[in-house]
């Protein structure tokens, strides 16, 4: 860890740090009080909070290679496929997953191995 950090970088650490600490909070209450009104607003903020600590680790530790670029592209291909497949035909279940794992992991497991697509050299 960086010893020497501007005062604004630690005040950014201690701001994201305090609002997990407020979520973290706020999913509790909302827990106790079964307040689903409560539950869905700490859901929101979770999630903006995991996207920007997924930006913050994506700028700091440069993670956008090609291959997870494809990776990406793939997974969301998969996901989109799942929720269509499964809601807009009546395929079972075991051809729909099957459709998803190919298309999520066979491919571009395949696109790597035989395009050598992402590597140095």
């Known amino acids: 860890m960086k010893q020497d950090r501007s005062v604004t970088d630690k005040m950014k650490i201690t701001a994201i740090g305090l609002a997990y600490l407020l979520v973290g909070g706020g999913f509790f209450i909302s827990l106790a009080t079964d307040s689903i009104q409560l539950f869905t607003a700490v859901a929101v ?3 903006g909070l995991l996207i920007i600590s997924l ?3 994506i700028r700091r530790e440069g993670l956008v290679t090609a ?3 494809v990776i990406g592209v793939f ?5 989109g496929l799942l929720f269509g497949l499964s809601a807009l035909t009546t395929l079972s279940s075991e051809i ?7 298309v999520g ?3 571009p497991h395949l696109l790597f191995q035989y395009t050598h697509y992402g590597t140095i050299g």
């Open 55 to 57: 930006v913050i680790i």
């Open 96 to 102: 729909v997953f099957g459709i998803v794992f190919i």
């Open 67 to 69: 291959e997870n670029k």
């Open 75 to 79: 997974v969301l291909l998969a996901m």
């Open 45 to 47: 903020g979770i999630l």
């Open 105 to 107: 992991i066979i491919v």
